[in-house]
């Protein structure tokens, strides 16, 4: 029972165990983040945006990179927009970090203002994948990148991993080859993919041309 009221939360965290699904996920997502962030290369100036910030760890990993540069996160759910603020008072204070409550399907932000676009293990949930990659791709600068992140990877081998947590909260896990076929269909190009196999964790990332 608190494992399913935990899991639902992951959606759209709220209320009680909201509070305990951000914790989880700020902890959880961690060391995946770190594998992912490996892949790109950030310099100091860079404007960065994380989206679907959850609890704000990533934001706060963010902005241990970036110099004169800016971190935003956005996230749908209110108490997220709390929390991260709350995970980045001091990168907030000095400007470094704003949070914005936001769907990804409108962004509030100018087209091409983004050096990278993040999305750590929230893909699941957008409702037009389509539609959601294009409006991030809408604020991606001309050689700026998405980088996504998922932990639910589908493997041939285990098809019932991940069936319990689909079938809850209505997502489904992902391949290499959906997502790039996402990214392509999306206008994206130089789509990179990279796997740990011994996490079965799996990023990519793509560019604007
Ligand atoms: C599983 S959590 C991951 C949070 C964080 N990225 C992390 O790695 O810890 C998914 C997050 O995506 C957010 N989210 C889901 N759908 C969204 C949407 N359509 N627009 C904005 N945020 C969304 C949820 O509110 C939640 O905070």
Redesign the pocket.
Known sequence: MKYHRLVEN????NGFWGKM??KS??K??SQ??DWALDHIKINKTDIIL??????G??VDKLCSFVGNGKVFG????EL?VKKTEKFNRKNILCNKAKIIQ????ELPFEDEKFNYVI????F????DKIN?LREIYRTLKHGGKILL?FEMVKKPEEPEKWEKIEKRLGISAVSKEEITDFLLRSGYQDIRSYVNSSKNWLCLTAEKE
């Open positions: 992951a959606a759209h965290p699904m951000i996920m700020n959880n997502h995946l983040t994380d989206v679907g910030c959850g609890g760890r990533t956005i996230d749908y759910s997220c936001s769907t990804v399907s999305a750590v293990e929230t699941y949930f957008w409702p959601d992140v």
